[in-house]
């Protein structure tokens, strides 16, 4: 008997948390979809039903910190980052945009700090290391710049000729 309860008990709690994560990616899936119609204050209300009916679920945090970065609330992005970062750590995507969130406030360390994680998880992604060329050119931190240059290009992929000129007028280089 006891044998019984114990896995009507699991099957009842496993019932639950599937019935909950269908929910919660309902949500984040309407969400999405405002998001996408730049319908933001709907797409962060779907984001936050997500995290209340599953507070642990990094996509929900993640997707609405997107959304308040395209708002322009770059505090409550990065403050979604930051959540969506301690429930999963390895993702590279997470520090990729609270990195650019962090550029866009002038934190620059910050921005590279994040960068350098996501380059870490990810390395083979040429837009990371283009952006972190940005922020070292920013600090005038040119050297770094023209690396991160040339492991775009080793990647196989242009660097924006716009940035390129100007690294070149201020370096006074090629490369």
Known sequence: MKKITVIIIWLFGHFVNSYAQALDQEAINRGMGYSNKTMYDQAIAEFTDAIQTNPKNAVA????GFTYHKKG???EAISDYDKAIEINPKDAE???NRGIAYYYKDYLDEAISDWDKA?????????????????YFKKEEYDKSWSDVHKVE???YKIDPKFLEELKKFTKRDN
């Open 119 to 135: 380059i870490e998880i990810s390395p083979g992604s040429a837009e990371i290391y283009q952006k972190r060329a940005f922020a």
């Open 73 to 75: 609330k770059l505090n």
């Open 94 to 96: 997470f520090y990729y």
């Open 61 to 64: 945090y993640y997707q609405r």
């Open 154 to 156: 080793e990647l196989g």
